[in-house]
């Protein structure tokens, strides 16, 4: 198998794309030692590709709970008794002071997620307000995962300042409907398309542990690099209590691992970024950065506990890479 693994690192250092039925073929193995060298592997081509930076963006949970969507991972469901925060959509003030705490730690961008089918009405009209002072008050990168849109908002958030649309599909398009039956896969990819239609590049991945297999997660890297994503995000379930998927089973080290390089192999252009779930990945997830990740969220996530942008700062220093210079 080490030679398949070299023969797949070649063709893609050489500007070739490895094939649905190679990825699978990398997806199989169980050795230790083999996965290992799928992760150097996979190190060589984020090397070759995207250098040494790392980039660091941070979210802020902007509106939480009452979801209409019944997302089976997400405590933010109104279809599910969780123990999760609800409120409105927070103030100007609010977001400023976040986004300049962020921009003065060093991070390369700052996004608003809110809760619900998509921001609607006069929420809506609140936030492009918050993101134009943003962008005349701070100088990273906005971005915004306000969910399911059309390309009028889109067009008006670009014109708000946003470069980046972040809008996951969360699996592959088989098992996405034992994922969520409330909106469909091709609404998710619609979103996508528009966003990029309006002139924001996509941030879009998904979520591993949720029951699907190995050969779903690679239907979904192969799904993103159709779609041309730039930014991916690879969250790490975190069961929560009260919905359904509250008693998931946890992946293994080498399974998380596994994906991340298998995810560079497939979309070796792209940021891999380290999303939810990392206080689940050993030394919040120091060897995925081994594997191909160039990207983490950093800080608190919406629902679960992050890394501390300055462990962060730390923990890429240690690996000899660096912080994406902003500007």
């Given at each position: 198998?080490?030679?398949?693994?070299?023969?797949?690192?070649k063709?893609?250092?050489?500007?070739?794309?490895?094939?649905?039925?190679?990825?699978?073929?990398?997806?199989?193995?169980?050795?230790?030692?083999?996965?290992?060298?799928?992760?150097?592997?996979?190190?060589?081509?984020?090397?070759?590709?995207?250098?040494?930076?790392?980039?660091?963006?941070?979210?802020?949970?902007?509106?939480?709970?009452?979801?209409?969507?019944?997302?089976?991972?997400?405590?933010?469901?109104?279809?599910?008794?969780?123990?999760?925060?609800v409120?409105?959509?927070?103030?100007k003030?609010?977001?400023?002071?976040?986004?300049?705490?962020?921009?003065?730690?060093?991070?390369?961008?700052?996004?608003?997620?809110?809760?619900?089918?998509?921001?609607?009405?006069?929420?809506?009209?609140?936030?492009?307000?918050?993101?134009?002072?943003?962008?005349?008050?701070?100088?990273?990168?906005l971005?915004?995962?306000?969910?399911?849109?059309?390309?009028?908002?889109?067009?008006?958030?670009?014109?708000?300042?946003?470069t980046?649309?972040?809008?996951?599909?969360?699996?592959?398009?088989?098992?996405?409907?034992?994922?969520?039956?409330?909106?469909?896969?091709?609404?998710?990819?619609?979103?996508?398309?528009?966003?990029?239609?309006?002139?924001m590049?996509?941030c879009?991945?998904?979520?591993?542990?949720?029951?699907?297999?190995?050969?779903?997660?690679?239907?979904?890297?192969?799904?993103?690099?159709?779609?041309?994503?730039?930014?991916?995000?690879?969250?790490?379930?975190?069961?929560?209590?009260?919905?359904?998927?509250?008693?998931?089973?946890?992946?293994?080290?080498?399974?998380?691992?596994?994906?991340?390089?298998?995810?560079?192999?497939?979309?070796?252009?792209?940021?891999?970024?380290?999303?939810?779930?990392?206080?689940?990945?050993?030394?919040?997830?120091?060897?995925?950065?081994?594997?191909?990740?160039?990207?983490?969220?950093?800080?608190?996530?919406?629902?679960?506990?992050?890394?501390?942008?300055?462990?962060?700062?730390?923990?890429?220093?240690?690996?000899?890479?660096?912080?994406?210079?902003?500007?």
């Amino acid at each position: 198998m080490r030679d398949f693994i070299k023969k797949m690192e070649k063709k893609t250092l050489e500007g070739d794309s490895i094939t649905f039925e190679e990825a699978m073929k990398l997806a199989g193995l169980e050795d230790k030692e083999h996965i290992l060298e799928l992760c150097n592997s996979a190190n060589n081509i984020r090397k070759t590709f995207m250098g040494k930076e790392v980039d660091l963006c941070t979210i802020m949970n902007a509106k939480s709970g009452h979801c209409s969507e019944d997302c089976k991972f997400c405590a933010q469901s109104a279809h599910y008794k969780t123990n999760a925060e609800v409120y409105d959509l927070v103030s100007k003030e609010a977001a400023l002071e976040l986004a300049k705490e962020n921009e003065n730690e060093g991070v390369n961008r700052f996004s608003l997620v809110t809760s619900g089918r998509g921001v609607t009405g006069e929420d809506f009209q609140k936030v492009i307000e918050i993101y134009e002072d943003l962008n005349k008050e701070i100088k990273i990168d906005l971005c915004a995962s306000l969910g399911i849109l059309d390309y009028e908002e889109l067009i008006k958030l670009r014109e708000a300042g946003i470069t980046m649309y972040h809008h996951n599909l969360e699996t592959s398009r088989d098992y996405y409907k034992k994922i969520c039956t409330t909106h469909s896969y091709d609404e998710r990819i619609n979103t996508i398309n528009v966003a990029k239609k309006a002139g924001m590049d996509v941030c879009s991945g998904g979520i591993i542990g949720m029951g699907e297999t190995l050969e779903h997660r690679v239907k979904l890297a192969f799904q993103l690099r159709e779609l041309q994503v730039k930014s991916i995000p690879i969250n790490v379930l975190s069961p929560v209590q009260g919905t359904p998927l509250e008693n998931a089973e946890r992946l293994s080290q080498e399974d998380i691992l596994k994906t991340i390089a298998i995810f560079r192999f497939v979309n070796p252009k792209a940021f891999i970024r380290l999303a939810g779930g990392r206080n689940l990945i050993d030394e919040y997830g120091k060897n995925c950065f081994n594997a191909g990740a160039n990207a983490t969220i950093t800080g608190n996530y919406l629902t679960t506990s992050g890394n501390k942008i300055c462990d962060d700062k730390k923990l890429i220093d240690e690996l000899n890479l660096e912080v994406r210079k902003n500007g």
